[in-house]
Nanobody, 126 residues
């Protein structure tokens, strides 16, 4: 079992930066690929970024590539999402998620993730 809790969301202006954190409980955090997803009331849950369990592989959606950076600190059971040059289209609730099985590849598909946090709101305005 893995329990996840996000923090770091907020209201910012266009071009600002934010760093989201996701702290995991349980002793398998460091053995699971992790991902960030986001959702608005108008859209289905959207893939943002994913990272392998050891942190050597990272995949980003085209919408955020070059602006967002995913990272993790397994010693702290924490996943991060550094978001730069934020745009109104980035406004959403951001969720972190842990893969269903241990030591397997990261995935951009939300269906491959079993454990989810409660989400943190990011609002970008002009």
């Amino acid at each position: 079992q893995v329990q996840l809790g996000e923090s770091g969301g907020g209201s910012v202006q266009i071009g600002d930066s934010l760093t989201l954190s996701c702290v995991g409980s349980g002793d398998t955090f460091g053995s699971r690929a992790m991902g960030w997803f986001r959702q608005t009331s108008e859209k289905e849950r959207e893939f943002v970024a994913t990272i392998s369990w050891i942190g050597d592989r990272k995949i980003y959606s085209d919408n955020v590539k070059g602006r967002f950076t995913i990272s993790r600190d397994n010693s702290r059971s924490t996943l991060y999402l550094q978001m730069n040059n934020l745009q109104p289209g980035d406004t959403a609730v951001y969720y972190c998620a842990a893969r269903d099985n241990l030591y397997i590849d990261p995935s951009s598909s939300a269906h491959m993730y079993e454990y989810w946090g409660q989400g943190t709101q990011v609002t970008v305005s002009s």
